[in-house]
């Protein structure tokens, strides 16, 4: 069965500065699919970047770009300039590409950002 | 913009009452999800749709707990009888499943209080 695993239950910044979120993960398949998603205090679950796993390129969006680490099945969120309505819960999640649950989201416990001013 | 939307936003009920929650997933998708969050165990997958169809609902206690798709509009998940472990917040993704930028789109939870 895969596996997420986030180290880091809390983090914290200073605004504009960079903090890097970890993330780990397990798994024997080839095909899937990777996302950072920021839960802030208003319980909305927002998708924030997304990896494929056959991309070695690592994603970018924005102020947000990942560490794809494949060999290593790492996956690290790397947020720049940060901001204060970055403060928020972090998730990491795992998709399959196979199989019938091939939509299921596999998530970390996450990791709890603060942003001081 | 178009969004999940999910009711009722806070429930509060006492043990051995029938809960229901609701979901509108987004127009055109094809994927509906039902996870529960709580501190301990984190986000869960309860029960997972394509095409209104249940693909897996291994993580939901059967004896308890239903989940349908009576249309397309609309997904609903119950709890009968609830119980105080039952309290989380539980939240419904909807996506369409095999574009090639598939993601998912989450409400904003119905945060579920047994007492």
């Known amino acids: 069965a895969q596996t997420v695993t986030q180290s880091q239950p809390e983090m914290s910044v200073q605004e504009a500065e960079t903090v890097t979120l970890s993330c780990t993960y397990d798994?024997?398949?080839?095909?899937?699919?990777l996302f950072w998603y920021k839960q802030p205090p208003s319980r909305q679950m927002i998708l924030v970047i997304r990896q494929e796993a056959y991309k070695q390129q690592n994603a970018t969006e924005n102020r947000f770009s990942v560490n794809f680490q494949k060999a290593a099945k790492s996956f690290s969120l790397k947020i720049s300039d940060s901001q204060l309505g970055d403060a928020a819960m972090y998730f990491c999640?795992?998709?399959?590409?196979?199989?019938?649950?091939?939509?299921?989201?596999?998530f970390g416990k996450g990791t709890k950002l603060s942003v001081k001013p | 913009d178009a969004r999940v939307t999910q009711t009722p936003r806070h429930k509060v009920t006492e043990m051995g009452q029938e809960v229901t929650m609701r979901c509108q997933p987004i127009l055109g998708h094809n994927t509906v999800f039902w996870y529960r969050q709580t501190m301990m165990q984190g986000l869960e997958l309860l029960a997972y749709?394509?095409?209104?169809?249940?693909?897996?609902d291994s993580g939901m206690p059967k004896d308890r707990f239903s989940a349908e798709m009576p249309d397309a509009t609309l997904a609903t998940l119950k709890i009968q009888p609830s119980e105080p472990r039952d309290s989380a917040v539980y939240f419904c993704?909807?996506?369409?499943?095999?574009?090639?930028?598939?993601?998912?789109?989450f409400g904003s939870g119905t945060q579920l209080s047994v007492l």
């Open positions: 993704a909807s996506g369409n499943r095999g574009t090639t930028n598939e993601k998912l789109f």
């Open positions: 798994t024997s398949e080839s095909d899937y699919y």
């Open positions: 999640a795992y998709r399959s590409g196979y199989g019938g649950s091939q939509g299921n989201l596999i």
């Open positions: 749709f394509r095409n209104r169809a249940p693909l897996d």
